[in-house]
């Protein structure tokens, strides 16, 4: 087999197909360069690094998330070529792909996940401003959970709950993501065991952090010595009181209604999952700001919602504009649904737990490509990403990629302005107030919960 003819046919379909949106980012210069900083080295073979990594970010993009759909799609642009090569074309066994697949480094795709988020925050004066708030760059921070295949390999490093039966339940993973405010975009990431509490992983990522950053995240994160560590690093931070804390806004300093300042003082004792070394040289007292304000829901009570924040200065930041902040963080949970349920990766269908890990970042760099994609169409006709449907985006892409591999250079910008288009119609209308009940029409099939492994349930059927 000519693999020389084949790879170039690849590369070239396939950058300018699904890899169109990010052909002037992850160029292979860049792709070459963090082969390079990975020490990665391969021999002559069709399924280049390249090559792989383009093919698997098809596969998370698509529905159908199968190895055979993947090699499917390779096989469908070499077709067009064989017979002027005259070689028979690839075989459909997935065995080679696989294998291609467990032969990129982790450090390779973190690489490229990292530079793509990167992207939007340095590429012109323009895009920073459209990022920052009261002149600030906003973070959000979640946590959620990920499953994967059940081996015993995965069970090792990512245990099942223990309130699962054995051979019953699924290995199961938290994960921690930083994302910008403004362009939905994921800057940084940590997985570990579910043992592992999520704020943990989240001093985990402080150093990502850059000085004059705010973030913003719900009461998990709202601990003193939290506050107190990013604080240190000249991060302010808005989150939400944890329900333990008690609120009296008739003492400190009152700025206004339901809002004063006040001095937290140092615990006791040292939080569990913090270096005790850490803790020793906090400070004993810090002075923070408590608001409180109501949000309203047609057919719902009033909600009262408590945030504690080191913007002390009542004049840059309004109590109104804060409240109007914090309103946005649930901008994060829906980054986070799409990721789990549009790009379903609630469930990383591998093996291993390094397989979990390399297919867990290749979902985030495929998401990080579709909000490029976003943010070039909004860009490009003035409506902010945030309202473009992510859902139809991904749709479009898939189905402009064939069309993009198989045109001219001329051709290929012309198709990518209709898609930019295309795009920017896809938007998502904001339904204030709108009240759904949380029931399903459509009965599922009645089959009953798996409460012993399946092996000796397989049994007790022959016998």
Same mark, same amino acid.
């Given at each position: 087999?000519?693999?020389?003819?084949?790879?170039?046919?690849?590369?070239?379909?396939?950058?300018?197909?699904?890899?169109?949106?990010?052909?002037?980012?992850?160029?292979?210069?860049?792709?070459?360069?963090?082969?390079?900083?990975?020490?990665?080295?391969?021999?002559?073979?069709?399924?280049?690094?390249?090559?792989?990594?383009?093919?698997?970010?098809?596969?998370?993009?698509?529905?159908?998330?199968?190895?055979?759909?993947?090699?499917?799609?390779?096989?469908?642009?070499?077709?067009?070529?064989?017979?002027?090569?005259?070689?028979?074309?690839?075989?459909?066994?997935?065995?080679?792909?696989?294998?291609?697949?467990?032969?990129?480094?982790?450090?390779?795709?973190?690489?490229?996940?990292?530079? $793509? %988020?990167?992207? +939007?925050? /340095?590429?012109?004066?323009? &895009?920073?401003?459209?990022? @920052?708030?009261?002149? =600030? *760059?906003?973070?959000?921070?979640?946590?959620?959970?990920?499953?994967?295949?059940?081996?015993?390999?995965?069970?090792?490093?990512?245990?099942?709950?223990?309130?699962?039966?054995?051979?019953?339940?699924?290995?199961?993973?938290?994960?921690?993501?930083?994302?910008?405010?403004? $362009? %939905?975009?994921? +800057?940084? /990431?940590?997985?570990?065991? &579910?043992?592992?509490?999520? @704020?943990?992983?989240? =001093? *985990?990522?402080?150093?990502?952090?850059?000085?004059?950053?705010?973030?913003?995240?719900?009461?998990?994160?709202?601990?003193?010595?939290?506050?107190?560590?990013?604080?240190?690093?000249?991060?302010?931070?808005?989150?939400?009181?944890?329900?333990?804390?008690?609120?009296?806004?008739?003492?400190?300093?009152?700025?206004?209604?339901?809002?004063?300042?006040?001095?937290?003082?140092?615990?006791?004792?040292?939080?569990?999952?913090?270096?005790?070394?850490?803790?020793?040289?906090?400070?004993?007292?810090?002075?923070?700001?408590?608001?409180?304000?109501?949000?309203?829901?047609?057919?719902?009570?009033?909600?009262?919602?408590?945030?504690?924040?080191?913007?002390?200065?009542?004049?840059?930041?309004?109590?109104?504009?804060?409240?109007?902040?914090?309103?946005?963080?649930?901008?994060?949970?829906?980054?986070?649904?799409?990721?789990?349920?549009?790009?379903?990766?609630?469930?990383?269908?591998?093996?291993?737990?390094?397989?979990?890990?390399?297919?867990?970042?290749?979902?985030?760099?495929?998401?990080?490509?579709?909000?490029?994609?976003?943010?070039?169409?909004?860009?490009?006709?003035?409506?902010?990403?945030?309202?473009?449907?992510?859902?139809?985006?991904?749709?479009?892409?898939?189905?402009?990629?064939?069309?993009?591999?198989?045109?001219?250079?001329?051709?290929?910008?012309?198709?990518?302005?209709?898609?930019?288009?295309?795009?920017?119609?896809?938007?998502?209308?904001?339904?204030?107030?709108?009240?759904?009940?949380?029931?399903?029409?459509?009965?599922?099939?009645?089959?009953?919960?798996?409460?012993?492994?399946?092996?000796?349930?397989?049994?007790?059927?022959?016998?």
């Amino acid at each position: 087999m000519n693999f020389n003819k084949y790879v170039t046919i690849l590369k070239e379909k396939l950058s300018n197909g699904i890899g169109f949106p990010l052909s002037d980012i992850l160029t292979e210069t860049i792709i070459q360069q963090a082969l390079k900083d990975e020490q990665m080295k391969y021999r002559e073979r069709l399924y280049t690094p390249m090559i792989t990594l383009w093919t698997w970010i098809y596969q998370v993009l698509n529905k159908d998330k199968s190895c055979k759909n993947a090699v499917s799609l390779i096989i469908s642009y070499i077709t067009e070529h064989a017979p002027v090569l005259k070689e028979k074309t690839p075989s459909t066994d997935t065995g080679a792909y696989c294998k291609a697949r467990k032969r990129l480094k982790e450090g390779f795709i973190m690489r490229l996940l990292n530079y $793509t %988020g990167k992207y +939007l925050q /340095t590429q012109n004066t323009q &895009l920073q401003n459209t990022q @920052l708030w009261c002149g =600030r *760059r906003v973070l959000v921070v979640d946590g959620s959970t990920v499953t994967m295949d059940d081996t015993e390999p995965n069970q090792k490093e990512y245990p099942q709950p223990k309130s699962q039966a054995k051979g019953c339940g699924f290995p199961m993973a938290n994960i921690v993501a930083i994302f910008c405010l403004n $362009t %939905g975009v994921l +800057l940084h /990431t940590i997985i570990d065991a &579910l043992s592992t509490h999520e @704020l943990n992983l989240f =001093r *985990r990522l402080y150093e990502y952090l850059q000085s004059g950053d705010i973030a913003l995240g719900d009461r998990l994160y709202s601990s003193y010595a939290d506050i107190c560590l990013l604080k240190s690093r000249d991060v302010d931070c808005v989150f939400r009181m944890h329900q333990k804390r008690k609120v009296d806004f008739r003492t400190g300093k009152i700025l206004g209604i339901k809002d004063h300042i006040v001095t937290w003082t140092k615990p006791k004792s040292c939080p569990s999952g913090l270096d005790k070394a850490l803790f020793a040289i906090l400070p004993q007292s810090i002075k923070l700001r408590e608001i409180r304000f109501r949000v309203e829901t047609n057919g719902f009570r009033s909600l009262q919602i408590t945030l504690v924040t080191t913007l002390l200065d009542a004049s840059l930041y309004p109590k109104d504009a804060l409240a109007e902040l914090y309103s946005m963080r649930w901008n994060v949970e829906i980054d986070l649904r799409h990721l789990k349920t549009t790009m379903q990766m609630e469930h990383l269908s591998t093996k291993t737990p390094q397989m979990v890990r390399n297919d867990y970042y290749v979902h985030l760099l495929a998401y990080n490509l579709i909000r490029i994609l976003m943010f070039q169409s909004g860009k490009e006709y003035g409506v902010s990403p945030l309202e473009l449907s992510f859902c139809a985006s991904i749709q479009h892409l898939l189905n402009f990629s064939f069309a993009l591999a198989y045109a001219d250079t001329v051709k290929q910008q012309n198709i990518y302005n209709v898609l930019l288009y295309i795009v920017s119609k896809e938007r998502i209308l904001i339904r204030a107030g709108r009240v759904e009940p949380r029931l399903k029409k459509r009965r599922p099939k009645s089959f009953g919960w798996l409460k012993q492994p399946r092996k000796q349930l397989q049994k007790q059927l022959v016998a």
